[in-house]
């Protein structure tokens, strides 16, 4: 066996093996949607996180239809919805691992349990309450649901 001499010196005593890896700054673009994803994290966080607690511990109605309409539609509608749609997102930090069929598979999935839950969860408040849609949250409702 036969070792190869190593490689020689250059001139300028510098080895150049080839193009140097620069490492370019993000465009502004991509640190724009970045930010907005962020804002957008944080702000569904915080709706979830008050709708929660007011569930819990503001409402008398504690344990009731009222109480799991909310859980129903917020775990439904806030969370697995609209994390479906952001799950194609090329900016959304934890589907960023996933290739594109798989997060075509996620978004699937999201959207069907999102969407049993917060169909069950309107259809639990429609059917133990007397007076439907008397106010702007009960027609917003049924329009979410029509489009659900």
């Known amino acids: ?28 673009f991509l640190i724009v949607m970045n930010i907005t994803n962020i804002i957008t994290q944080l702000l ?9 607690i007011t569930a819990n511990f ?27 749609i952001l799950s194609l997102s090329p900016f959304t930090g934890w589907s960023n691992t996933f290739k594109h069929q798989d997060k075509k598979t996620i978004h699937l999935v999201m959207q069907i349990i999102g969407s ?3 169909i069950t969860g309107s259809m639990i408040r429609i059917f133990n309450v007397a007076a439907h849609f008397q106010s702007a949250h009960g027609s917003l409702g049924i329009l979410a649901l029509i489009f659900t």
């Open 1 to 28: 066996m036969v070792i190869p001499p190593p490689p020689r010196m250059p001139e300028n005593g510098n080895y150049a093996p080839g193009p140097a890896i620069v490492n370019e700054p993000p465009s502004s």
């Open 44 to 52: 569904l966080g915080a709706v979830t996180c008050c709708a929660i």
């Open 58 to 84: 503001y409402l008398p109605f504690n344990g009731t239809a009222f109480s799991t309409h909310i859980y129903l539609c917020v775990i439904g509608y806030v969370v697995l919805m609209t994390q479906a």
């Open 116 to 118: 049993i839950l917060a």
